[in-house]
């Protein structure tokens, strides 16, 4: 990466240099972390006072057991949907911290101060109560939650390239958020059965613990995937589609703040109005966007199968694996030889190098469809060296896993030489940054991939 602000590359001397670094220590990488940290656990504490405050004790102990309940499998569940190029654990655990705690804390101040203004000007409570729920709440809640996805799509823009990081971000974000809500929920509800007296299965408490574990335990997280989707088509979309950039992020933060209203709203359109939202909107919205992310997946599958061979041909890759990295199937059993024969370490390589690869696969795919950016060549080198330290321990746990899966390929002969210099044959891979005749390196046409030094 070229040298700049926050790289630990050493600042100009131009007569003032301790001013300029006093100047810009807050552009370090560990100021802003800790500034990040500071925030979340600030708004976590305010969070659970305030929780705790409207709850009682028993009643967020209580609320607390009842709400981790969905919290891991809605978190398993968006990181199997992120196996092809799994995003960075931090990139979670900030989305998960944000949406438990700042996303949260916005919500609750905001929500309670609209409601109770709007309750004063308008002297009819119940009516700022269905307001505030209906119009309210949806509009403060979803723009809170998407402010991890977009944060994380301006400052960690190399994880986040394309539908799939925006479904496990968002989603992620939207679990937090749905813990410490479900917490306050059902909290406040055990504190209303410890005063009635009520218990079993005729409970307050058991009757939300229905409704928002065991039917509705997505909502939340399908909500903000909405948002996550129009971040995740915009990394894909070329830089000059400027307008397009802005405008899908916005189309997808309206439709979840219509479907979260919706959801909010049902309890207000008579007995049985939850039950015709749920099944006429929550249910094939699920299955759809289930549908949109596994097809999403295959085809992130078919596009490692149809880059990576370039490589393969320059001698970075052997010619089995652009196919067994195309393969979850054969990915998991590349993992587990590695385990059984050299141990977790070597799987743990093999996971790493399965990575590098897919990331890759992308770089090149986005490049050959003229959405290479600036940083195109320094990213291609950092990854192919990062595959050539773990390829002693991948290749034999990938060529046993090809072996295993797909049949015998035979790769084409692809001629490097033999053509006057600044031609290439077709299909041939140039020396590392030499560019065929005509072309340019970025734009509509694929960038080659490196000449391998390393067999020189």
């Not at 981790?68 to 960075?88: K, S």
């Not at 596994?294 to 694996?321: F, K, M, N, S, V």
């Amino acid at each position: 990466m070229p040298p700049g602000p926050g790289t630990g590359a050493p600042a100009p001397d131009t007569g003032t240099g301790t001013a300029l670094r006093h100047a810009h220590w807050w552009q370090r990488r560990a100021v802003r972390a800790g500034a990040l940290i500071t925030l979340l656990a600030l708004s976590g504490l305010v969070i659970l006072a305030l929780v705790r405050e409207q709850t009682g004790t028993e009643g967020f102990l209580a609320g607390l057991g009842l709400a981790v309940l969905p919290v891991p499998l809605l978190i398993a569940a968006f990181r199997w949907l992120d196996r092809v190029e799994p995003g960075p654990w931090r990139n979670l655990v900030f989305a998960f911290a944000w949406g438990a705690c700042a996303a949260a804390l916005i919500a609750i101040v905001a929500n309670s101060f609209a409601t109770h203004w709007i309750a004063v000007a308008t002297a009819d409570p119940s009516s700022a109560d269905t307001l505030g729920a209906t119009v309210i709440a949806p509009v403060v809640e979803e723009c809170a939650k998407a402010a991890a996805v977009l944060l994380i799509f301006l400052f960690r823009r190399r994880d986040f390239t394309g539908i799939v990081d925006g479904v496990v971000i968002a989603g992620v974000t939207g679990t937090g958020f749905a813990f410490t809500e479900n917490i306050l929920y059902l909290g406040t509800a055990f504190g209303t059965d410890q005063l009635s007296g009520e218990s079993g299965f005729a409970s307050v408490t058991a009757a939300t613990f229905f409704v928002r574990i065991v039917m509705s335990p997505f909502a939340h997280p399908l909500f903000t995937v909405l948002s996550g989707i129009g971040f995740g088509i915009t990394a894909l979309s070329a830089e000059r589609h400027r307008a397009r950039r802005v405008l899908l992020p916005l189309a997808g933060l309206l439709l979840a703040m219509g479907m979260h209203a919706a959801w909010n709203g049902s309890s207000s359109f008579g007995p049985y109005g939850f039950f015709a939202v749920y099944a006429a909107f929550m249910v094939p919205a699920f299955a759809l966007l289930t549908w949109l992310v596994i097809w999403t997946r295959q085809r992130e599958l078919r596009t490692i199968r149809r880059e990576l061979p370039a490589y393969a041909a320059a001698g970075w890759l052997t010619p089995p694996e652009p196919f067994a990295l195309g393969s979850m199937r054969a990915r998991r059993l590349a993992r587990e030889y590695a385990g059984r024969h050299l141990g977790k370490p070597a799987a743990r390589a093999v996971a790493e190098y399965e990575a590098y690869a897919t990331s890759l696969a992308f770089l090149r795919h986005r490049g050959r469809r003229g959405r290479a950016g600036a940083d195109f060549v320094v990213r291609e080198q950092e990854l192919l060296h990062e595959l050539w330290r773990r390829k002693d321990v991948a290749r034999p746990a990938l060529a046993h896993a090809a072996a295993a899966t797909t049949p015998v390929v035979v790769v084409p002969y692809v001629p490097r030489y033999g053509y006057p210099l600044g031609q290439v044959a077709p299909g041939a891979v140039p020396p590392y940054g030499q560019v065929p005749q005509g072309q340019a390196p970025y734009g509509g046409t694929a960038p080659y991939p490196a000449y391998n030094p390393y067999l020189s």
